[in-house]
């Protein structure tokens, strides 16, 4: 299989406790996006990787989260004290040129 | 501030009725807008990209257009199998993507 790939598919936790999600792009592909979906709305973007540089933050993404990705390859999300709000489903897209291609998601819920 | 609307929220069609999805968008430089297809539980499937007014591109049964306003999906006897939300994003200058809310499908046999 060559497309996106995210792990977990689906994440429970309690409020308070930090959770990381990955991302593997596709091989080939030097951009990687994180965004964040909630019911019956469009992705929000989060963050921006070109390699291993994270050039872009979206005003959403407050100091509880943190992406990396080192050596430009696989991304992780990290959510620190997570809350309620967070419950979310997190997709990651990655592009080689404009056209962003997604992996199923990783769905969080927030008890 | 960039902005994408998507219109209308929902859709029902019964099978073999075309229509159109519209996507208006007002943003500060576009570089490119783009038509995914999403279904329950799953990531966005990308569909199609537009640069340009005058644009069209095709596949299967659904073709899209672009102008310097807005974009059109037009889905052709269209089948169940199409059900499904259908969202529009663009991008403007620098590297952010905006979507919009999408549009709800369902295609009743």
């Known amino acids: 299989d060559t497309g996106v790939s995210q792990d977990p598919r689906h994440k429970i936790t309690k409020r308070g406790q930090n959770v990381t999600f990955r991302c593997d792009p596709i091989?080939?592909?030097?951009?990687l996006y994180w965004y964040r979906q909630t019911l019956g709305q469009g992705p929000e973007f989060l963050t921006y990787f070109q390699n291993e540089a994270q050039l872009e933050k979206s005003r959403l993404l407050s100091d509880r989260f943190s992406a990396e990705r080192p050596k430009g390859s696989f991304s992780t999300l990290e959510i620190q004290r997570t809350e309620q709000g967070d419950s979310a489903m997190y997709l990651c897209?990655?592009?080689?040129?404009?056209?962003?291609?997604f992996g199923p998601g990783t769905r969080l819920l927030v008890l | 501030e960039d902005q994408v609307t998507q219109s209308p929220e929902a859709l029902r069609l019964q099978e073999g009725e075309s229509s159109s999805l519209n996507c208006s968008y007002t943003v500060s430089g576009l570089r490119g807008l783009f038509w995914y297809r999403q279904d329950p539980g799953k990531g966005p499937e990308f569909l199609f990209t537009?640069?340009?007014a005058g644009e069209e591109k095709e596949k299967e049964r659904l073709k899209a257009t672009l102008t310097k306003k807005e974009s059109f999906l037009h889905i052709t006897a269209p089948k169940p199998e199409d059900s499904a939300t259908y969202l529009c994003a663009v991008q403007a200058t620098g590297n952010q993507f905006y979507f919009g809310t999408g549009t709800s499908l369902t295609v009743i046999p």
């Open positions: 897209a990655s592009s080689l040129e404009q056209t962003q291609y």
């Open positions: 537009l640069y340009s």
């Open positions: 091989s080939e592909h030097n951009r």
